[in-house]
Antibody
Framework: QVRLVQSGPEVKAPGSSVTVSCKAS????????ISWVRQPPGQGLEWMGG????????NYAQKIQGRVTITADESTSTSYMELSSLRSDDTAVYYC???????????????WGQGTLVTVSS | DVVMSQSPDSLAVSLGERATINCKSS????????????LAWYQQKPGQPPKLLIS???TRESGVPDRFSGSGSGTDFTLTISSLQAEDVAVYFC?????????FGQGTNLEIK
């Protein structure tokens, strides 16, 4: 059974940082990658970036590059997404997702975590 | 960035009738070397994460009812629900995973008429 369990909701002040974790089933990182996708309330989906853990180098959306850091700890099957310099428009549900890998490249997302609501408010 | 444009934004269909959702990409997502289209369809119900229905434009995922089908190639794609059931009420998204940054359509809200 595929499991992606994310950390709990966060409330953060503008300008601060947040880290969301995503614990995957053991062995996930051997064959799969991880993407992070966010969804503002009532809106669509935005891909933030992803990582193929066996390769190690993350790939970020240029729009958010410089504020986001995605890592993967193979020893604990956990991925982390850190977002800095938070603004009110960063308020969203943040999802981690398992990604099929082909020739070391991320392809289709096949399973999603339950989501983590991050609220940015003063 | 590759723009994914879905139509319509909202759709109301009677139970048992066909529902058709279109998705157009601003660039072709067909990889000519493999003849694979890097296009997926997801279903999202309120308060839930998206669920993968179709990958590679037309491959139905295991466990997805066969009333769901995907078609198209290059820049134009379609998700068809052949006979709408009550449990199909949801928002549907297309998604291209060929070009980074990967992008999603804006979503189509499917309701019962």
């Amino acid at each position: 059974q595929v499991r992606l369990v994310q950390s709990g909701p966060e409330v953060k002040a503008p300008g601060s940082s947040v880290t969301v974790s995503c614990k995957a089933s053991v062995g996930t990182f051997v064959k799969y990658g991880i993407s992070w996708v966010r969804q503002p309330p009532g809106q669509g989906l935005e891909w933030m970036g992803g990582i193929v853990p066996i390769i190690g180098s993350p790939n970020y959306a240029q729009k958010i590059q410089g504020r986001v850091t995605i890592t993967a700890d193979e020893s604990t099957s956990t991925s982390y997404m850190e977002l800095s310099s938070l603004r009110s428009d960063d308020t969203a549900v943040y999802y981690c997702a398992r990604v099929l890998v082909s020739n070391h490249h991320l392809t289709v997302i096949d399973y999603w975590g339950q989501g983590t609501l991050v609220t940015v408010s003063s | 960035d590759v723009v994914m444009s879905q139509s319509p934004d909202s759709l109301a269909v009677s139970l048992g009738e066909r529902a058709t959702i279109n998705c157009k990409s601003s660039q072709s997502v067909l990889y000519s070397s493999t003849s694979k289209n890097y296009l997926a369809w997801y279903q999202q119900k309120p308060g839930q994460p998206p669920k993968l229905l179709i990958s590679w434009a037309s491959t139905r995922e295991s466990g997805v009812p066969d009333r769901f089908s995907g078609s198209g190639s290059g820049t134009d794609f379609t998700l068809t629900i052949s006979s709408l059931q009550a449990e199909d009420v949801a928002v549907y998204f297309c998604h291209q995973y060929f070009y980074s940054p990967f992008t999603f359509g804006q979503g189509t809200n499917l309701e019962i008429k």
